[in-house]
């Protein structure tokens, strides 16, 4: 192996070490015996994987999960569609002002995030509704546009115009064309999106505690806010529902870890 080949490797073994280390810190704290301090990276001599048990039926994680499953199922598909629509008509229909509209877009992602939540807030509030769980859908719908578009057009971008083109001599339209021949070939693209976006919104924190006050109707990630204000001093508890919290996402990257890795090397290729 050349000192070339080695030197990349490396750098990946160390990111690796670094991403894996805090989640074995947590999954070795929520197997430690209840009421003590975890510290470090120690694991148990004698593993109490009941402890997730009780975690989940302390936290009461049954009607969370439904929750968080119905926001995803609200967020994602409608966020799909709106920026494959936007980033087609940006990148393959000559509208007017299509610059300037990206521009906008891209000035979305610059934004804090942080910076948005009290006119969100108020906004829901304006729109009768704050304190359900369309105040989340409606806010993070809104809040992934800016990428979703920017990622969707950069795939329609990198689309051959010979495609376009004999869609058109055979006399497909615009939407026929979007639909029958761009959209089909989108799916690493989407699928790749699908998969950021329901990490992103089942990991949500923020404005569920912001937007709303039903404990039961936030996310999961949003419900750790209370249960740990609640038992504050029991970290292993704690420990244990993040890890059940953390659970669905890791299951969703590894099942689909595939389509994502080929959609970001589809994109640096076409690049």
């Known amino acids: 192996m050349t000192r070339s080949q080695l030197l990349p490797r490396l750098v990946m073994a160390m990111l690796l ?13 929520s197997l430690q015996p209840l009421g003590v301090s975890p510290r470090g990276l120690k694991w148990p001599s004698n593993p109490r994987w009941s402890n997730f048990v009780e975690g ?20 994602v598909p409608i966020s799909l569609l709106i920026a494959s629509l936007a ?7 000559r509208i007017p002002g299509a610059r300037w509209m990206l521009l906008v877009f891209i000035a979305g992602l610059t934004i804090p995030f942080e910076s948005l939540i009290t006119p969100l807030y108020f906004q829901m509030k304006s729109l009768g509704v704050l304190n359900t769980r369309w105040a989340v859908i409606l806010a993070l719908i809104g809040l992934f546009m800016p990428f979703g578009v920017f990622w969707m057009r950069s795939h329609f971008v990198s689309i051959p115009n010979e495609i376009s083109e004999a869609a058109r001599i055979d006399g497909a339209g615009p939407w ?10 989108a799916r690493p693209a989407l699928t ?6 329901f990490l992103w919104t089942w990991n ?15 996310t999961v990630a949003g419900a750790l806010g209370a249960f740990q204000s609640q038992y504050g001093t029991n970290v292993v508890l704690l420990a244990s529902v993040s890890v059940l ?12 870890r595939k389509q994502f890795s080929k959609a970001l090397l589809e994109g640096a290729v076409k690049g």
């Open 192 to 197: 790749s999106l699908a998969i950021l976006l």
């Open 56 to 75: 989940y039926q302390v936290a009461d994680m049954t009607p969370l999960l439904m929750s968080s499953t119905l926001i995803v199922i609200g967020v």
């Open 17 to 29: 070490l670094f991403t894996a280390i805090p989640f074995l810190t947590l999954l070795s704290a």
């Open 87 to 93: 980033g087609y008509g940006l990148a393959s229909l």
């Open 176 to 185: 026929q064309a979007f639909w029958r021949v761009h959209l089909p070939l």
């Open 204 to 218: 949500q924190f923020i404005l569920a505690l912001v937007l709303i006050d039903d404990p039961s109707l936030r």
């Open 245 to 256: 919290i953390m659970a669905p996402t890791i299951i969703v990257f590894v099942l689909f």
